[in-house]
């Protein structure tokens, strides 16, 4: 299997959403351009922030979309699209609801459990079969009150242990570089929890 080529974190853009839960996808995704020195630009062609890195010779795009949340998958489509990205070449970094802060986890395809980011991108690359990081955020407890949940601030321990999350995915991205899906998955999901 070849590795990755794009790396979408999901998120909302301004200031108003930069440390709430939602925006998990973003935090990983700006720690990887921050290791990997690969500048994040606005690309409007792309509808959000992209850049380009070389690791171990290999190039790979980070994206941030900047549609909102619910036209994420504009954003994803234009420039996979744009590059040639096959949906299996795509790993897309979200906030996951039904994981407890600290824990990340590795999926490849599936519905979209009720995320919206995740619910565009499907419809705008017309398959699920793309890649996902799902990052642990906990669940409020009532369906209702998820909308509010996902968009105020982690308290200060989950913070911590999504951060520590995010190190421990980051951990393993030189197999998912190579494609080594099994893996990162097995390193990850073993971790100590």
Do not use: C
């Amino acid at each position: 299997m070849s590795g990755m080529r794009l790396i979408v974190g999901l998120g909302n853009p301004g200031p108003d959403y930069e440390k709430t839960r939602h925006n998990a996808g973003f935090w990983l995704v700006d720690e990887l351009a921050w290791t990997w020195k690969a500048s994040l630009r606005p690309e409007t062609k792309f509808s959000g922030e992209a850049g380009r890195a070389s690791v171990n010779g290999q190039d790979i795009w980070l994206l941030k979309p900047m549609t909102y949340m619910n036209l994420s998958g504009q954003a994803v489509a234009a420039l996979a699209r744009f590059y040639k990205i096959a949906s299996e070449e795509i790993l897309v970094v979200h906030d996951e609801l039904d994981l407890p802060p600290g824990v990340a986890r590795f999926k490849q395809g599936g519905g979209h459990g009720g995320h919206n980011g995740l619910k565009d991108i499907i419809a705008r690359l017309g398959t699920p079969n793309f890649w996902r990081l799902r990052l642990g955020i906990g669940h409020p407890g009532d369906r209702n009150e998820v909308v509010n949940f996902v968009l105020k601030k982690p308290r200060a321990e989950e913070m911590q242990a999504i951060e520590d999350a995010i190190r421990a995915a980051q951990s393993v991205f030189p197999a998912v570089l190579a494609g080594d899906m099994a893996g990162a998955m097995k390193t990850l999901h073993t971790a100590a929890k």
